[in-house]
Nanobody, 126 residues
Framework: VQLQASGGGLVQAGGSLRLSCAAS????????MGWFRQVPGKEREFVAA????????YYADSVKGRFTISRDNAKNTVYLQMNSLKREDTAVYYC????????????????????WGQGTLVTVSS
């Protein structure tokens, strides 16, 4: 499994960015794709997840209403549209995937995801 994250950059507060995560190496229809973020000195935290087969989405409270996770089945790519960005959204963002064992629980913790992409840095300036 390979995950390739892209789309990070520098943006002003209130602006938008879209992150992409291109997945390859297997069929992901039975997987959950997630986005996490990490700032230096802190644990990696859950941002959003999407169940690949039915598109169900899940968000951390801190991004709900501002971020949208989506997928493109044809491109095997997951997106994270980030709007109304705040300085506290500054972090390295990682995409990750896990097998959808239960069909209900999506996974909120780093250790629950088996495969990770490289990070992409998002910097929000004031």
């Amino acid at each position: 499994v390979q995950l390739q994250a892209s789309g990070g950059g520098l943006v002003q507060a209130g602006g938008s960015l879209r992150l992409s995560c291109a997945a390859s190496g297997r069929t992901f229809s039975s997987y959950v794709m997630g986005w996490f973020r990490q700032v230096p000195g802190k644990e990696r935290e859950f941002v959003a997840a999407i169940r690949w087969n039915d598109g169900s989405t899940y968000y951390a409270d801190s991004v709900k209403g501002r971020f949208t996770i989506s997928r493109d089945n044809a491109k095997n790519t997951v997106y994270l549209q980030m709007n109304s960005l705040k300085r506290e959204d500054t972090a390295v963002y990682y995409c990750a995937t896990r097998y959808d064992y239960s069909g209900s629980y999506y996974g909120r913790y780093e250790y629950e995801y088996a495969y990770w992409g490289q990070g992409t840095l998002v910097t929000v300036s004031s």
